[in-house]
């Protein structure tokens, strides 16, 4: 059964960071149309790290696969820096089912959103991995 669910949460402020402009704009149209929240993007992990600091977001959702060193050595510096170092993440990438959970773990990651997704349903799996609240809209 397809759900259509809305997240009841307002005020949020999302940094996507993904280096495939399709995929960042499908996911800040959902985001940002489908739950209400604020995104800002990012295509590189650098430019991530600038806004996370800049504008403190509740939440990172991340795409390993801009480069999984890149990714990994991103998760680093966000998290000793105490700045960041609180900021959830969840990972965003077809290429996460290796991750086991001693990375999510040792990075403090969220959790995992596999590609494909179904970009009705994005915004409930990203607050559920949260630990947000959310109302389903259908039954």
Excluded at 12 to 41: M, P, S, Y
């Amino acid at each position: 059964m397809n759900m259509l669910q809305e997240v009841n949460i307002s005020g949020k402020t999302i940094l996507l960071i993904d280096d495939e402009l399709n995929v960042r704009e499908i996911v800040k149209f959902c985001l940002q149309d489908l739950a209400g929240w604020d995104v800002v993007t990012a295509d590189s992990s650098l430019e991530g790290l600038q806004n996370a600091v800049h504008h403190s977001p509740d939440a990172i959702v991340l795409d390993i696969s801009i480069s999984d060193i890149a990714s990994f050595e991103f998760m680093n510096k966000l998290r000793n820096n105490p700045e960041t170092q609180a900021i959830p993440v969840v990972l965003l990438s077809a290429k996460a089912r290796w991750v086991d959970s001693q990375i999510l773990r040792q990075y403090q990651v969220a959790g995992v959103i596999l590609k494909p997704f179904n970009p009705v349903t994005l915004p409930a799996q990203v607050a559920q991995l949260l630990g947000w609240d959310f109302t389903s809209l259908m039954d």
